[in-house]
């Protein structure tokens, strides 16, 4: 699976982004999908993930509300909607696709990572 995000870019704190992540290579609708973030000098935290069917959702309870996390098995796309962003939200967001029945809120659970997209929120 070959994963290439976008969508990142400068925004003012209280805006809003949609992060998209394009799937491509083996079949996308068996894996679950993840977004991570890293922020500078800190380490990568999980955000959140979808099922591959789309039924469950994952956040972390901080995020939860302002993001909301789908998928497009059709386009073979997952989202990131990021509502109400705050300065500390900036990071570097990756993407990433694990096998289902594993811990989806830990990073050495994907197999598969984007490249990264950066969201930058200015106060």
């Known amino acids: 699976v070959q994963l290439q995000a976008s969508g990142g870019g400068l925004v003012q704190a209280g805006g809003s982004l949609r992060l998209s992540c394009a799937a491509s290579?083996?079949?996308?609708?068996?894996?679950?999908m993840g977004w991570f973030r890293q922020a500078p000098g800190k380490e990568r935290e999980f955000v959140a993930a979808?099922?591959?069917?789309?039924?469950?959702?994952y956040y972390v309870a901080s995020m939860k509300g302002r993001f909301t996390i789908s998928k497009d098995n059709a386009k073979n796309t997952v989202y990131l909607q990021m509502n109400s962003l705050k300065p500390e939200d900036t990071a570097i967001y990756y993407c990433?696709?694990?096998?289902?029945?594993?811990?989806?809120?830990?990073?050495?659970?994907?197999?598969?990572w984007g490249q990264g997209t950066e969201v930058t929120v200015s106060s």
């Open positions: 979808v099922s591959w069917t789309a039924s469950t959702t």
């Open positions: 990433a696709a694990a096998q289902p029945a594993r811990d989806y809120y830990t990073d050495s659970s994907y197999d598969y």
């Open positions: 290579g083996r079949t996308f609708s068996r894996y679950v």
